[in-house]
């Protein structure tokens, strides 16, 4: 699918709250628990509570950038594609990928099937995980980050957002799940 040039809908109230750049905060403690929350998978209608995977296996936590159903970061869109086409890579090595986006659940659903998605989508229109996360914002949406945690539901690993290094590939990722022996 290619980036489309396509703007309607792109300025909204999630891009009006969004637009001033507030930088990513590099402060959620490695080793501990990272902050539970509970979101809609736009795929299956479930409701997703992060805290339900504790204890059972190890999850990649993706916050990533999509605009609109027609607009995707130019930086995400391809992280997006290859967390996609890797999913597999993932759960057989037992790791669930969670992949949570700021597009309302319309736009996120039209995401999912334009994109073939196979990992669960969480919808956050509202940007509170991505505050959380204090992945930080600019230019409409909130940035995004990758989270490593292990089995036990502890932050192992995070990458945010610089326009110097934008989202950890799927073999860094795979490393981290590798050195803490979960992967």
Do not use: W
Request: with cysteine; glycine share 6%; proline share 5%.
């Amino acid at each position: 699918m290619a980036i489309s040039t396509d703007f309607r809908g792109l300025f909204n109230e999630r891009f009006a709250r969004n637009f001033l750049p507030i930088p990513a905060y590099d402060k959620l403690l490695i080793n501990f628990l990272t902050p539970d929350f509970q979101l809609q998978d736009v795929k299956n209608g479930k409701v997703v509570k992060l805290s339900e995977y504790r204890n059972k296996q190890p999850v990649l936590l993706a916050l990533t950038r999509i605009f609109t159903e027609k607009q995707y970061c130019p930086f995400c869109f391809p992280h997006i594609k290859a967390l996609n086409e890797n999913y597999e890579e993932f759960t057989n090595r037992g790791i669930e990928v969670l992949m949570v986006t700021s597009t309302d659940e319309r736009q996120s659903q039209i995401v999912v099937k334009d994109l073939g998605l196979k990992m669960p989508l969480l919808s956050d229109p509202s940007c509170r995980i991505f505050r959380t996360y204090q992945t930080g914002q600019a230019l409409g949406a909130p940035l995004p980050g990758q989270f490593v945690l292990d089995k036990e539901g502890k932050l192992r690993y995070r990458h945010l957002f610089s326009f110097i290094d934008h989202n950890a590939s799927v073999e860094k990722l795979l490393e981290q799940f590798d050195n803490i022996g979960n992967g």
